[in-house]
């Protein structure tokens, strides 16, 4: 008997909505395994796919790599049949399979694909008909019908097609973004709703489906691209609206005026206007990185994205602002930055995760060595900082007790667990980027 479109939708839909559906996940990382282990509490028996071997085993010994994740959550899965594994062959036993690598930028500040391509590539020849591909990782607008099904089709030797309506065999696919906001526990996962964008009608339907089982809400945009678009839209308005409030905190500081106290009293207003926070620059795998991967495909189109190129100006040269309020709170107090002893407290990119992706701490801390101070740091996530594709300090931690040994104490990162009072009290001179020291009045505290 031959299967009908429809036959198969509903039998796509029968098996997720009886979790009988095999979930695969290439990606374990900070986005793929919470995914997977959110699937698992559902009873869907999920297969994580890395390559990095090292974190394939730990989880199949029942380890955790992620802090906010504890190895119990990891063992609780396995006994829901959850494992990992490096093995491309197993995607043919999927119904789904989610891709969540990494989408950086390289050198030139262009958006570097190739791990979505090589992850499309290994998944290519497996494919079988009805299976269903999402792509998750957060690209420029086009990516998904572009790129991923192209080398999808080329790449399966049985000559498989995307099924784009009622008619056509083959496989969907559906471009999800995701909006992990690590550390953020105001929101339980399953109620910020999910956009959910297919290659037809059949692909949204099935793609929805599957958030179904782990969201409140699914949102159905019209096409992968416009998916691809929303994601990018969120980070656009972050980075920009960041960089305004950084770019007005340099202008309060020489008005004399607390930004911090202007936004709180901004934010009573009920309508209208968001908070954002000045910092030392932006970090993290998204907000520093997204906004260019649209100005990328902008060019395109002879298509210039200024409020993303200026934002990007204004929030790369934070971490400079924060080097120049050091040495110059230094020279106050007659000391040269070159040859000082500089304590920089936090290298994550932000307060309370162990993620140090485009930290703006790290930038500092180089930069401050290019100045000649003696630079050593505290960070309670990371016991040593090795190096990175941007950096390359190996340092260790260096306990709070030795406070008092250092010039100045920079507060990078404001870490919860960090007692602000105790820090102030210690140092000789804290410089704090974060208004970490809110409500302490000291001699020795410069915000900047
Ligand atoms: N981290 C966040 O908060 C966040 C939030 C929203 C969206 N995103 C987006 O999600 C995507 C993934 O980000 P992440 O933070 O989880 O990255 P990550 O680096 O933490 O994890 C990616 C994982 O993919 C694995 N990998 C790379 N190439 C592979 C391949 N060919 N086959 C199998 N595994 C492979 C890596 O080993 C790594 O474990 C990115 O596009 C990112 O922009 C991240």
């Known amino acids: 008997m031959v299967m009908t479109y429809l036959d198969r939708t509903m039998e796509i839909k029968h098996r997720i909505e009886t979790r009988q559906a095999r979930i695969g996940i290439i990606g374990m990382g900070y986005v793929g395994l919470p995914l997977a282990l959110l699937f698992s509490e559902e009873r869907f028996k999920i297969t994580g796919f890395d390559i990095e071997r090292g974190k394939v085993d730990k989880l199949n010994h029942g380890g955790s790599y992620i802090v906010r994740i504890p190895s119990t959550e990891i063992q609780l899965a396995q006994n829901r049949g959850f494992s990992a594994t490096s093995d491309y062959g197993q995607i043919a036993q ?6 969540c690598v990494p989408t950086p930028l390289n050198e030139y500040h262009e958006p570097d694909l190739s791990y979505i391509t090589d992850t499309v590539r290994s998944v290519a020849p497996h494919l079988r008909n009805g299976q ?35 008619e056509s065999d083959g496989f969907y696919v559906a471009f999800s973004p995701e909006r992990e906001d690590p ?42 691209a416009a998916a691809e678009m929303t994601k990018l839209l969120e980070n656009i308005y972050r980075c920009v609206n960041i960089a305004m409030v950084n770019e007005l905190k340099q202008l309060c500081m020489r008005m004399g005026i607390d930004l ?30 997204d906004p260019f991967y649209l100005s990328w495909k902008a060019k395109q189109f002879d298509f ?35 040859g000082s002893r500089v304590l920089v407290l936090g290298v ?23 100045r000649g101070a003696q630079v050593e740091y505290n960070d309670p996530f990371f016991a040593s900082v ?44 804290v410089v704090d980027t974060r208004n970490a020291t809110k409500g302490i009045e000291a001699t020795n505290i410069v915000r900047c």
Do not use: W
């Not at 269903?132 to 498989?160: A, C, D, K, M, R």
């Not at 924060?322 to 107090?333: F, H």
């Not at 008092?404 to 820090?423: G, K, L, N, R, W």
């Open 94 to 99: 999927m119904d789904v399979v989610i891709i």
């Open 132 to 166: 269903l591909i999402i792509l998750e990782s957060t690209t420029y607008p086009g990516t998904t019908e572009e790129v991923v099904v192209p080398l999808l089709e080329q790449g399966n030797p049985s000559g498989l097609r995307v099924a784009r309506d009622a």
């Open 183 to 224: 550390g953020n526990d105001t929101v339980a996962r399953r109620d910020v709703p999910k956009v959910v964008g297919g290659c037809g009608p059949a692909a949204l339907e099935l793609a929805s489906a599957v958030y179904a089982s782990i969201f409140n809400r699914t949102v159905p945009v019209s096409s992968p």
């Open 260 to 289: 911090f106290e202007v936004i709180d009293a901004a934010k009573t207003k009920p309508f209208g206007f968001q908070a954002f926070y000045p910092g030392p620059g932006l970090g993290g795998h998204c907000i520093p990185i």
């Open 304 to 338: 210039d994205t200024r409020f993303i190129e200026l934002a990007g100006q204004v929030n790369l040269a934070m971490p400079y602002f924060v080097v120049d309020n050091i040495m110059e709170a230094m020279s106050q107090r007659d000391k040269a930055l070159h």
């Open 348 to 370: 994550a990119y932000k307060r309370d995760i162990d993620d140090l992706r485009e930290s703006p701490s790290l930038t500092i801390i180089e930069l401050l060595k290019q």
């Open 386 to 429: 090795g190096h990175g594709r941007k950096y390359d300090l190996n340092m260790t931690c260096t306990p709070l007790e030795r406070i008092p040994e250092f010039d100045c104490v920079v507060i990078a990162t404001d870490h919860s667990q960090y007692d602000y009072s105790m820090i102030v009290e210690k140092a000789k001179l």
